[in-house]
């Protein structure tokens, strides 16, 4: 089953996923074996195939189910009936013993809520019926998607011919004051000149494991955009000097995955033909890798740590990932979309882009919009747009029958807010007096017929779930605070010590932000609390 893959330690996550795939289970007989063939204790092999929950181990008798349908309960498909989904689902299905159904978190079909997953095909606006014929068809693949926009790697061969330099690639990057687009708006300029500076080999990640609930905008810029994501993956390697990077993806987006498999390949001919016009450009080795369910590999560190072959537990900082990275090498680690913004930066000139930003923002931003909208989807605007200009002029207008009584800024972990303050630019750093913030730009609108303490519980309860487990204060705190919620009356007391423990004391920023939707109810919306 594991043919044609090296038998390499770091690459045990692709092994695992080649016999879950082929067995719909990872039974104990076949890790005993996998252990030994990539030199392995079988506890490492064990405590990395637990981990993540997408790999389901069972006895080498057990029966497994042929195929596994998974319902999205999370905020915008719960908002849309997805538990009634998920129940409705397991009755109609219930009599099919070669069949599983299981809630799963936001699997990025937020748009098209409520979502499932029948084996490896997406099904967006899914109701039993249209599960079941799914099943019928057999259509448990993944979904064929249309091949993306080509892309004729001019910005690169600008580079490679020396019209433009490394030194002119950055300073492109600076006017225009590109940030890093998977949440941490870190200046992109910055992290590149960084990592230049850094001796001997250097590597380089993308970042395509978006997980936070709302986001979709990856999926988008991915299955639209692929061959200029690795354009801007090429141009950060020959400025910075990488030598191997690696795209982890997510491993909901099985079609997604198919078309980047394919957007490789053929771009390695393309490479050979450039390193023949070009002689001295060395190309940077490529690899795809394959997240297994895990939100917290969202974490540059802990996404290091599963390209490494391990569970993805997030490292204590410093050191920065710029410094001590992939293998202990520096690393530049970037979310796919501020890549894919690189050569078209490099077209346009930065100062131009950047000046495409309202009230003094800088450029545009693609918001991954949900929930009580007339239009939900992925809508490029202008960075520094309010959420009430979002909603008029792109998203439609709110839904039918639906006005304006909270909103998500930025997913899970970036707070909820009350309509009053729909006039504030929503951008990097506009929310933090608020005590939110906008992240990978997730906008979920809640109407007056939700609840904004219902979506806190939802969201607790997906921290609760993907909390990795290192530090007590997240893991321990996580399920707290669900159960605290869970009371008609919230305990404001209980909840401030638990909250100040885990933004003080939690490793990563799972267990730091999770507080922030608990704080935010409570701060926003005191009637729905009771006193
Ligand atoms: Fe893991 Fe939570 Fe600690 Fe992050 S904060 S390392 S997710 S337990």
Redesign the pocket.
């Known amino acids: 089953l594991c043919e044609g893959l090296a038998p390499r330690a770091d690459l045990l996550i692709e092994h695992l996923h080649r016999l879950n795939d082929a067995e719909g289970a990872l039974r104990q007989g076949h890790l005993a074996a996998l252990a030994e063939r990539l030199r392995l204790s079988q506890v490492e092999v064990f405590e990395v195939a637990s981990f993540y929950h997408h790999f389901k181990i069972v006895d080498d008798t057990a029966e497994v189910p042929r195929t596994t349908v998974r319902v999205c309960t999370s905020l915008a498909c719960a908002m849309a009936g997805g538990e009634d989904l998920l129940a409705r689902t397991r009755a109609a299905l219930a009599d099919r013993p070669h069949l599983a159904v299981e809630p799963v978190p936001c699997i990025g079909q937020c748009h098209q809520a409520p979502a499932a997953c029948v084996g490896q095909h997406q099904l967006p606006h899914a109701s039993p019926e249209a599960i079941g014929d799914a099943i019928a068809r057999g259509d448990t693949g993944p979904r064929a998607l249309p091949a993306p926009q080509a892309n004729a790697l001019t910005q690169l061969q600008r580079l490679l011919a020396g019209a433009l330099t490394g030194d002119a690639v950055i300073a492109e990057l600076k006017a225009a004051n590109l940030r890093g687009l998977g949440g941490a708006g870190f200046p992109a300029w910055r992290k590149w000149d960084t990592v230049r500076a850094q001796p001997g080999v250097r590597y380089g990640v993308v970042n395509i494991d978006e997980g936070e609930v709302g986001t979709f905008k990856d999926w988008h810029v991915l299955t639209t955009g692929a061959p200029q994501v690795l354009e801007g993956l090429l141009i950060a390697a020959e400025v910075v000097g990488l030598s191997h990077v690696w795209l982890y993806l997510r491993d909901e987006y099985h079609d997604a995955r198919a078309l980047l498999e394919r957007e490789i390949a053929s771009l390695r001919p393309r490479l050979q033909a450039l390193a023949e016009r070009f002689p001295g450009y060395r190309a940077p080795a490529i690899e795809l890798r394959r997240g297994a369910g895990a939100y ?1 590999c969202g ?1 540059e560190s ?1 996404l290091i740590e599963s390209i490494e072959g391990k569970r993805g ?2 490292r204590l900082k410093p050191p920065i990932v710029a410094h001590h990275g992939v293998f202990g090498r520096p690393t530049l680690a970037h979310n796919l979309e501020t890549l894919w913004w690189v050569p078209l930066l490099l077209a346009q000139g930065g100062a131009t882009w950047a000046a495409q930003g309202r009230r003094g923002r800088h450029g545009l931003r693609r918001f991954s919009v949900s929930g009580r909208v007339k239009r939900p989807g992925v809508h490029l605007a202008p960075a520094g747009i309010t959420l009430r200009e979002l909603i008029d002029e792109f998203a439609g207008g709110m839904a039918e029958g639906h006005t304006l009584h909270a909103f998500l800024p930025g997913g899970a972990s970036g707070g909820i807010l009350p309509a009053s303050l729909a006039d504030v630019p929503l951008d990097f750093d506009t929310l933090a007096e608020h005590g939110a913030f906008v992240g990978s730009m997730a906008v979920v609108v809640l109407g007056q017929h939700d609840r904004a303490r219902d979506a806190a519980l939802n969201l607790m309860r997906f ?1 609760e779930h ?10 321990a705190g ?1 399920g707290q605070l669900v159960r605290l919620m869970q009371s008609p009356a919230w305990d404001g007391e209980r909840m401030d010590e638990l909250s100040a423990v ?1 933004r003080e004391a ?7 932000a ?1 507080p922030n939707p608990v704080d935010s109810v409570r701060r926003f919306f005191p009637d729905e609390v009771g006193p």
Request: glycine content about 12%; overall charge negative; aromatic content about 4%.
């Open positions: 917290v974490e802990a537990l997030p921290f993907e909390s990795c487990g290192q530090c007590t204060p997240c893991r996580t885990m939690s490793i990563c920023g799972l267990g730091q999770a």
